[in-house]
């Protein structure tokens, strides 16, 4: 396992913690190696599977329903944001089951827009799928966790459709500094439009 940026983590006040999901095991990696304890969510369709749902409800983990828009999952998170909690969220808003990131939706943005929380984008490595197949045949597969700085999203501005296209603009901004920290095979919808760590301080 190979951490990388740990550093950049603040050590007091509230943020988010956005990461790429690609299966089951990205979010127990970043929650067993992250220095502070993180609010996450989950499908609430795991909730009723045995043993994962044991896990979560341990946890603590926040059930979501992925179906629609779940409002009360986001008014929860801003509420937590406010007390000073910090929440692990991904933006592509399920697991992707492959390495290529999905664009993202805007719920993160209206989360930001809302608490003012900032955004430490996180970039996740070799949690694949089959890595428990791969474990069980021996194989030492490499886990990375690349952490970047915190990101301040640009205020929103506009009206109605004009304020939606804004949130989907922060969202996918977070999602190109995430693209940043991870292999071109990872960038999936962000081909070409990753910003790399060193760029970010002039965005």
């Known amino acids: 396992m190979h951490i990388q940026g740990i550093e950049h983590v603040p050590s007091q006040g509230a943020y988010i913690v956005a990461a790429n999901h690609i299966s089951i095991y990205a979010p127990p990696f970043i929650l067993a190696f992250w220095p502070h304890i993180l609010e996450t969510i989950g499908a609430e369709v795991v909730f009723r599977r045995p043993g994962q749902g044991q896990l979560l409800r341990l946890y603590g983990t926040i059930p979501v329903h992925r179906n ?11 509420d937590l944001l406010r007390q000073g909690r910090r929440v692990m969220i991904a933006p592509e808003g399920q697991r992707s089951h492959q390495v290529a990131m999905q664009r993202a939706r805007p719920g993160i943005a209206y989360v930001v827009e809302q608490s003012g929380a900032p955004v430490i984008p996180v970039g996740v490595v070799g949690t694949t799928p089959d890595l428990w197949q791969r474990m069980c045949r021996g194989e030492r597969p490499r886990l990375e966790l690349r952490i970047s700085r915190p990101l301040i999203l640009p ?47 002039d965005q």
């Open 68 to 78: 629609g828009y779940d409002h009360e999952l986001l008014e929860r998170m801003i």
């Open 155 to 201: 205020p929103l501005e506009g009206k109605g459709e004009a304020r939606r296209a804004a949130r989907q603009q922060n969202a996918d901004l977070v999602m190109r500094h995430i693209a940043g920290l991870l292999p071109q095979e990872y960038h999936g919808y962000y081909a070409g439009q990753a910003i790399p760590p060193a760029s970010q301080a």
